[in-house]
């Protein structure tokens, strides 16, 4: 549901570095521009490319250190960030 959080964690998690904590940075930076009225939202293009372009990312990076096919990580990882973004829309909606 967030699209720097999951790249975040892979970074730090698998070896912290000047990557991992920018990366970091940005996740927390994230989280409080999601509080600001004015924030767009999340279902919008540019803001669900980014979240699929991320999930993506993350797919082919854990697929490739399994050995496993980076295409079938790309697509799950894309497909997840696209699941997650309208179930936690569903979710957010219903507990309004």
Known sequence: ???F???AVLC???KPSALAFALGAG???EYALDLYPK???RTA???LAGRM???AGCGWVVASSRGEAPALGILLGGAGALAGTYGG???RTRAA
Do not use: D, E, F, Q
């Open 27 to 29: 996740a927390l930076l």
């Open 1 to 3: 549901m967030r699209t």
């Open 12 to 14: 730090l998690v698998r």
């Open 53 to 55: 372009l991320s999930g």
């Open 5 to 7: 959080t999951p790249p």
């Open 39 to 41: 924030a767009p939202p």
């Open 45 to 47: 293009p540019g803001a």
């Open 89 to 91: 829309l569903a979710l």
